[in-house]
């Protein structure tokens, strides 16, 4: 936590912000606003955590997270692409070196074509925690009505460090993760909900996460832009007001949670630094 000391009788803290799961390559951000989402990022001091969501996009990734020193990148491939992927995972090397985290990845049996399977699904997502276990990685999953599965293969691993990105399963998912220490991101989504049954939902998680374990994300910026500096800081104060808690409380929060789940990953060093 950084404080700064403003006159000897004040002291005010200021908080990281931190976007656990953005994606930043051309097939989910447009080029032409590439430049300015850098900047915000720069000037806002934004921990942000790149995700991957196949090879090439993993490869443009981290051509982009060179240009920067807030934008850190995790290697993953989703479970909509299991039927393409799973024949030739022999070939698929995960960049141990290069991420401390694997993103993003997971199940998802709600918006997957057909061809990717459960069966297809699983084996993709063993092939990631297979080198989560033994490298010791940071997990960002996306799980769409496949929490049991999840949660029962998650259980047969020994991985610590996991997140749940923009998860709305069930209430019962997100106790049963949160009480075996896992991290839940709050999408901005919630600020527009599809429709009242989603606002439902997303109102009753964001009170139920733990203190402990709630995160931050943008996931994507909308077409018609906004900055993520803008994204995070409405989502934030919308948490907190839905919370009954203080913004900078909440804040704060999330930054103390960021900076427990990702210290100890050695390539991540870096960006743990500064939210020390
Ligand atoms: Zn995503």
Redesign the pocket.
């Known amino acids: 936590m950084l404080f700064t000391e403003t006159s000897s009788y004040e002291v005010r803290v200021i908080f990281v912000l931190v976007d656990m799961?953005f994606?930043i390559d051309s097939r989910w951000h447009k080029v032409e606003h590439l430049e300015q989402t850098l900047n915000d990022i720069k000037e806002n001091r934004i921990i942000v955590a790149g995700?991957a969501t196949d090879v090439p996009s993993y490869n443009e990734l981290i051509n982009i997270v060179k240009r920067s020193d807030y934008i850190f990148p995790a290697f993953g491939i989703l479970p909509w692409y299991a039927h393409d992927v799973v024949p030739k995972l022999d070939s698929i090397d995960i960049p141990v070196n290069e991420v401390g985290m694997l993103g993003?990845i997971g199940l998802d049996y709600l918006y997957s074509p057909p061809e990717a399977t459960p069966e297809l699904q699983k084996a993709l997502f063993e092939f990631f925690l297979q080198a989560a276990e033994r490298h010791d990685m940071i997990l960002n999953l996306?799980v769409r009505g496949a929490s049991d599965d999840t949660l029962a293969i998650l259980a047969s691993y020994n991985v610590n460090r996991v997140i749940l990105?923009s998860h709305t399963d069930s209430l019962e998912s997100i106790k049963e993760a949160t009480d075996r220490g896992y991290y839940i991101t709050v999408n901005p989504v919630v600020l527009n909900p599809s429709d009242d049954g989603r606002r439902k939902i997303h109102t009753a998680i964001i009170k139920a996460i733990p203190e402990d374990f709630i995160l931050s994300e943008v996931?994507t910026v909308p077409l018609d832009y906004e900055p993520p500096s803008k994204i995070l800081r409405k989502l934030i104060d919308y948490m907190a007001d839905l919370r009954k808690i203080k913004t900078d409380d909440l804040s704060s929060t999330i930054h103390a949670n960021s900076l427990r789940l990702l210290k100890g990953a050695p390539t991540l060093n870096q960006y743990v630094k500064l939210l020390e």
């Open positions: 799961h994606h995700q993003e996306h990105h996931d």
